[in-house]
């Protein structure tokens, strides 16, 4: 090191002193805490689950009601659940109880199985799955939360409001905010006709006509019903995050969402009076 290179102990009479402290990252709220008013990007899950993360608000073109989205495995049980069973956030694996209820089970679109696990005949020893020749197709994974008790904010953590939506493209840049991983960003579209089979805690589901995201470590789980969106200032919502690998994300398009949970997603905040 020269003399050059050392920092005087002043510059132009202001003191000066040089503090190692590591790499300076942005700051952003943690997800598994408890929200009021609550909003998209949080932990939130089924009374009788364990974590999942409040996905999209939208509303519901049956009767206007503002509703939640999310997963069906994370409000529905993956087909178990009764309608009106509680919706609560924070997750119970966060701490969540029912005095943390923020709204109910509507309906759900029901997964279709392409192989099952049936709980009763495993216990009675008999054969515990079933499979089809041609598994049944299945495009979203989705529940719908309404009967909303505590006061929404019609945005997404770490994110803010959305501006737009639309289906999602190949090249996409995306980011989410989840339970799990928290704002992760920089997720690239790699394909929006993605087939696959996804293993759930009942069975084997097949899915087709959803997208896919290269990155690793863009989620995990917990992160399920995350709402994914265009990684730029104004933000647009592409759909909503349900599976994936260590590198990779697979989540629902946004034209399925609505046309299957005959909803509209809200973009911006919203008036949502009338709504609790």
């Given at each position: 090191m020269a003399l050059t290179d050392i920092i005087p102990e002043e510059i132009e009479g202001i003191p000066t002193d040089v503090v190692e402290?590591?790499?300076?990252?942005?700051?952003?709220?943690?997800?598994k805490k408890?929200?009021?008013?609550?909003?998209?990007?949080?932990?939130?899950?089924?009374y009788r689950g364990t974590a999942c993360t409040l996905g999209l608000f939208a509303r519901d073109r049956e009767d206007g009601e503002l509703v939640i989205l999310a997963n069906n495995h994370c409000v529905a049980r993956e087909n178990a659940a009764k309608i009106g069973e509680a919706y609560l956030q924070p997750s119970p694996y966060d701490g969540g109880t029912m005095d943390d209820k923020i709204g109910e089970l509507k309906r759900f679109v029901p997964l279709r199985y392409a192989s099952y696990h049936c709980p009763f005949r495993s216990f009675f020893g008999l054969r515990n799955w079933w499979r089809k020749r041609d598994p049944p197709e299945n495009v979203v994974d989705l529940g719908i939360v309404g009967s909303i008790s505590a006061e929404p904010k019609v945005e997404i953590l770490n994110i803010g409001k959305v501006y737009g939506k639309r289906d999602p493209e190949a090249g996409?840049?995306?980011?989410?905010?989840?339970?799990?991983?928290?704002?992760?960003?920089?997720?690239?579209?790699i394909g929006v006709h993605w087939s696959g089979s996804v293993q759930y805690g009942?069975?084997?589901?097949?899915f087709t006509d959803c997208a896919i995201i290269r990155k690793e470590g863009f989620s995990a789980g917990g992160d399920s019903s995350s709402g994914i969106v265009t990684d730029e200032a104004k933000a647009k919502v592409l759909g909503l995050l349900f599976a994936g690998s260590d590198t990779h994300t697979i989540f629902c398009k946004l034209s399925n969402i609505e046309a299957y949970?005959?909803?509209?997603?809200?973009?911006?905040?919203?008036?949502?009076?009338?709504s609790i």
């Open positions: 402290i590591g790499p300076i990252k942005a700051l952003s709220l943690d997800p408890k929200y009021r008013p609550f909003l998209a990007g949080v932990s939130a899950m089924n996409d840049v995306v980011k989410k905010c989840g339970r799990t991983t928290g704002l992760t960003r920089g997720g690239h579209v009942r069975g084997e589901v097949w949970g005959n909803v509209d997603v809200v973009i911006q905040a919203e008036p949502v009076e009338g």
